[in-house]
T-cell receptor, first 114, second 116 residues
Framework: SQQGEEDPQALSIQEGENATMNCSYK?????LQWYRQNSGRGLVHLIL?????REKHSGRLRVTLDTSKKSSSLLITASRAADTASYFC??????????????FGKGTHLIIQP | EPEVTQTPSHQVTQMGQEVILRCVPI?????FYWYRQILGQKVEFLVS????????KSEIFDDQFSVERPDGSNFTLKIRSTKLEDSAMYFC??????????????FGEGSRLTVL
């Protein structure tokens, strides 16, 4: 089964607007993380939210987590052209240890039009 | 700022050849990972490594693959007898010990493998 599926697959908005991306997952998790990937580059960690948290903020980022619906959302406020990238959610399993691999979704490709 | 470094950035090889991808994780990190991303697709977990041994591996990580930390700084992924479908971007990542569960991963820029 797919773990960590984002929607939409692609999103194009105007600079200054807010961008919202969603992620759904299937298994119990310890935490959920969001990463950003510029084209052809490595992944950069944005924010981590634990299973006992419902909302977290970091700068222009706001993440929510609803464990009853097994879903999360990433909101980027006041978007900038430099926010153009792919955004991935990744889940850490509930039952594992520190070396467990994260399971990534397919990502949302965000384009900010100047 | 400390970073994960990977070499080579791009390797082209013939089908059936062996390749070694190298990574230098962040120096005080204890957990190491390899992921791969086939062009345009999702990032897939291959293997995690802790305390000089494999901690977890995915179904993708079969006998064709092996990992090693030969000298306390490098972390290598060896792919034997490469196949066309091994063409992908391979990412190394490392993590500090933050408790009992997987925390933030720091990724390298990746090694693009092209198998002809």
């Amino acid at each position: 089964s797919q773990q960590g599926e984002e929607d939409p697959q692609a999103l194009s908005i105007q600079e200054g607007e807010n961008a919202t991306m969603n992620c759904s997952y299937k298994t119990s998790i310890n935490n959920l993380q969001w990463y950003r990937q510029n084209s052809g580059r490595g992944l950069v960690h944005l924010i981590l939210i634990r299973s006992n948290e419902r909302e977290k903020h970091s700068g222009r980022l706001r993440v929510t987590l609803d464990t009853s619906k097994k879903s999360s959302s990433l909101l980027i406020t006041a978007s900038r052209a430099a926010d153009t990238a792919s955004y991935f959610c990744a889940t850490a399993p509930k039952s594992g240890g520190g070396a467990d691999g994260l399971t990534f979704g397919k990502g949302t490709h965000l384009i900010i039009q100047p | 700022e400390p970073e994960v470094t990977q070499t080579p950035s791009h390797q082209v090889t013939q089908m059936g050849q062996e390749v070694i991808l190298r990574c230098v994780p962040i120096s005080n990190h204890l957990y190491f990972y390899w992921y791969r991303q086939i062009l345009g697709q999702k990032v897939e977990f291959l293997v995690s490594f802790y305390n000089n041994e494999i901690s977890e591996k995915s179904e993708i990580f079969d006998d064709q693959f092996s990992v090693e930390r030969p000298d306390g700084s490098n972390f290598t992924l060896k792919i034997r007898s490469t196949k066309l479908e091994d063409s992908a971007m391979y990412f190394c990542a490392s993590s500090a010990r933050t408790g009992l569960n997987t925390g933030e991963l720091f990724f390298g820029e990746g090694s693009r493998l092209t198998v002809l």
